[in-house]
């Protein structure tokens, strides 16, 4: 039995998959958790740890697209979803399985728990759509990247759901140079910074740095 609510958005994806808009108009990255408890480590948190949401939106010149009927100024989008493997099945058998149908390149999936399954059956329904795991506790990676062989999946770190971000538009900028351009602008932006701090602690020696 699914709920009402859950039946809604599976009735929404099947609808967007049945519109073929155009490309312009659709989200390249899909991302998914298990959880809204998953927010602070995908999106990234505010006091802390910054995620997803913070590389794409603040390097990476991206928007969050929440309506697809207007879709934002933003050339390139991303959606974002809580869907649970365990609690939800069927949502996350019609996202993966409509995500190529609504125009998704790329599918950036996390979950916790010891049984963190969400990336993984993901990635099983969605291929041959690229899905990067995420693990959102060190506990969950054994079961994120324990794929069998056949059944690929890419998988980050524990909590690194900003570089699956930066993995997702490094395989969306194969066919746009203009996210290349980004990425690169990105790395030269973080290699600036390790130049300016070492300067700054070689000149004014270990003592004189760790009091600024
Ligand atoms: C997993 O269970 C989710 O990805 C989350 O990390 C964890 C706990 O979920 P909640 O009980 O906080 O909803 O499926």
């Given at each position: 039995?699914?709920?009402?609510?859950?039946?809604?958005?599976i009735?929404?994806?099947?609808?967007?998959?049945?519109?073929?808009?155009?490309?312009?108009?659709t989200?390249?990255?899909?991302?998914?958790?298990?959880?809204d408890?998953?927010?602070?480590?995908?999106?990234?948190?505010?006091?802390?740890?910054?995620?997803?949401?913070?590389?794409?939106?603040?390097?990476?010149?991206?928007?969050?697209?929440?309506?697809?009927?207007?879709?934002?100024?933003?050339?390139?989008?991303?959606?974002?979803?809580?869907?649970?493997?365990?609690?939800?099945?069927?949502?996350?058998?019609?996202?993966?399985?409509?995500?190529?149908?609504?125009?998704?390149?790329?599918?950036?999936?996390?979950?916790?728990?010891?049984?963190?399954?969400?990336?993984?059956?993901?990635?099983?329904?969605?291929?041959?759509?690229?899905?990067?795991?995420?693990?959102?506790?060190?506990?969950?990676?054994?079961?994120?990247?324990?794929?069998?062989?056949?059944?690929?999946?890419?998988?980050?770190?524990?909590?690194?759901?900003?570089?699956?971000a930066?993995?997702?538009?490094?395989?969306?900028?194969?066919?746009?140079?203009?996210?290349?351009?980004?990425?690169?602008?990105?790395?030269?932006?973080?290699?600036q910074?390790?130049?300016?701090?070492?300067?700054?602690?070689?000149?004014?020696?270990?003592?004189?740095?760790?009091?600024?």
């Open positions: 039995m699914t709920s009402e609510s859950v039946q809604s958005l009735d929404q994806l099947e609808a967007e998959a049945a519109m073929d808009r155009p490309v312009e108009a989200p390249e990255i899909g991302i998914i958790m298990g959880s408890s998953d927010l602070d480590v995908m999106a990234g948190s505010e006091s802390g740890r910054p995620g997803a949401f913070d590389v794409l939106t603040e390097e990476l010149g991206f928007e969050e697209q929440t309506d697809y009927e207007t879709a934002p100024e933003a050339r390139f989008t991303f959606e974002t979803f809580v869907v649970s493997a365990h609690r939800t099945p069927e949502l996350m058998y019609t996202y993966a399985e409509t995500a190529e149908d609504r125009g998704l390149d790329v599918i950036i999936a996390g979950a916790g728990g010891k049984s963190a399954d969400l990336p993984n059956m993901t990635a099983s329904i969605a291929y041959p759509l690229p899905v990067i795991g995420v693990p959102v506790q060190e506990k969950s990676l054994p079961s994120v990247i324990g794929m069998p062989q056949g059944a690929p999946i890419v998988a980050v770190d524990a909590g690194k759901s900003f570089n699956a930066l993995s997702a538009v490094q395989i969306l900028a194969r066919q746009h140079p203009e996210l290349q351009e980004r990425l690169l602008a990105y790395h030269e932006g973080l290699q910074g390790v130049g300016e701090v070492s300067r700054d602690l070689h000149e004014r020696g270990t003592p004189g740095f760790r009091d600024t």
